[in-house]
């Protein structure tokens, strides 16, 4: 006689698959292999799987919270789906309450503010990298981009504050390419 496992058990385990997951992998793509081996044939099958990513590919969003949601509800409601995100969620919460943490423990280290101020010109690069890639493959540079590039050249030549920077941007790009 099979017997099929209590509600909780089927709670505990899609909280520990998706920990799992998300303690082994940093991205949604990455996790649905991982999640395919653990999910298919235990908690769901190979269809509500299928229907599962297509659904989480479809949808804007967090692929890896998406699959979460949709596996968690799949395999037991409203509660699976709790026990799922809560396994999805928990890394990076966590992750992030410690680097707070540590952030704010040696804020006042004169090592502290070599690293932030080092970071700096890291972010910049990687953002002048990611629009660099994404405008390259434009036959000609359009005015926009260009416009862009100027401005937040001002704005680092006359220090401006970067959530003032980040506002204007979202302003600039909201007028620029509606």
């Known amino acids: 006689m099979n017997q099929q496992p209590s509600r909780f058990i089927i709670w505990i385990k899609l909280f520990w698959m998706f920990l799992k997951i998300n303690l082994l992998t940093s991205s949604g793509p990455a996790s649905v292999g991982l999640l395919y081996k653990d999910a298919v044939g235990h908690i769901m099958s190979e269809a509500q799987f299928v229907e599962a990513v297509g659904v989480s590919n479809f949808l804007p969003g967090s692929e890896a919270l998406k699959l979460a949601m949709f596996v968690g509800f ?16 928990l890394p990076p919460t966590v992750s992030m309450l410690l680097v707070t943490l540590a952030v704010q423990n040696f804020q006042d280290e004169p090592w502290m503010n070599g690293f932030i101020h080092g970071m700096v010109p890291a972010v910049a690069m990687l953002i002048s990298v990611a629009a660099w890639k994404l405008f390259r493959g434009s036959k000609s540079i359009r005015k926009r981009p260009l416009l862009i ?14 959530p003032l920077v980040l506002l204007g941007g979202g302003l600039l790009g909201i007028i620029l390419f509606r």
Do not use: K, N, Q
């Open 74 to 89: 799949s395999a037991s409601g409203l509660p699976g789906t709790i026990a799922a995100l809560l396994g999805s969620t």
């Open 149 to 162: 590039a100027a401005l937040s050249l001002v704005a680092l030549v006359l220090g401006a504050p970067p």
